[in-house]
């Protein structure tokens, strides 16, 4: 079965510190791809930032980057500088590689920026 | 940045009444999908759809539910009767590939459904 598991409901941090939220996940397949997802309070849907599989090297994009742990099928993401506006609710997301079509969702993780 | 445009934000609407979701999916995407989300809970695939045939669908995705886009018009989501259950926040998405397994989705800002 495939499953993505976020256990950390809720996060709360002072802003411009350094933030980690895990995800770990479940598949058989050897190809997939991660992704991160932002939900602000308006309820718009985000992209943050994508892991390929096959690839060793942690993707960054701007001040987000990620914790790829293969072996223990772990992929946190980690926020540098956080910025009252990080505030929101974030998900974790896999999808296989040549199976179905469909986007595996974690239970998402809200961060909450304190001034 | 490209943007799905999902009306309307909000629908009220009796139970066992038809209620048809609209998105306008980014101009030159060729693939829609339908994602639930129950409040507090985390998304789940309904279905997703191309060149003009359902591709994958769910458990979730019941009889009661059909998608289609008609030329030049928007991807719509109905529910023909509605059910007390079906109440959630329903997102479109739209990616311009899918065999890029890689290819990110681009969300609307969803419609909230209510069923009384």
């Known amino acids: 079965a495939q499953k993505v598991t976020q256990t950390q409901t809720s996060i709360s941090v002072v802003e411009k510190t350094t933030v980690t939220m895990d995800c770990v996940y479940e598949t058989r397949d050897s190809s997939y791809f991660l992704f991160w997802y932002k939900q602000t309070a308006s309820g718009e849907i985000v992209f943050l930032i994508r892991?390929?599989?096959?690839k060793k090297e942690n993707a960054t994009v701007g001040h987000y980057s990620l914790n790829f742990q293969k072996p223990k099928s772990s992929i946190g993401l980690i926020i540098t500088a956080t910025q009252i506006e990080d505030s929101a609710v974030y998900f974790c997301a896999m999808r296989v590689m040549d199976s179905n079509y469909q986007l595996i969702w974690g239970s998402g993780t809200k961060l909450i920026i304190k001034p | 940045g490209p943007k799905v445009l999902q009306i309307p934000s909000h629908q009220i609407i009796d139970m066992g009444q038809m209620v048809t979701l609209n998105c306008d999916p980014v101009?030159?995407?060729?693939?829609f999908y339908w994602y639930k989300q129950i409040l507090g809970q985390q998304m789940e695939f309904l279905v997703n759809?191309?060149?003009?045939?359902?591709?994958?669908k769910s458990k979730l995705f019941k009889d009661q539910f059909s998608v289609e886009r008609p030329d030049g018009s928007y991807f719509t989501l109905k529910i023909q009767p509605t059910a007390l259950e079906d109440s959630a926040v329903y997102f479109c998405?739209?990616?311009?590939?899918?065999?890029?397994?890689?290819?990110?989705?681009?969300f609307g800002h969803g419609t909230k459904l209510s069923v009384l």
């Open positions: 101009s030159n995407h060729l693939y």
């Open positions: 998405a739209s990616s311009l590939a899918l065999r890029l397994s890689n290819e990110r989705l681009f």
């Open positions: 759809f191309y060149n003009g045939k359902v591709m994958e």
């Open positions: 892991q390929d599989s096959y």
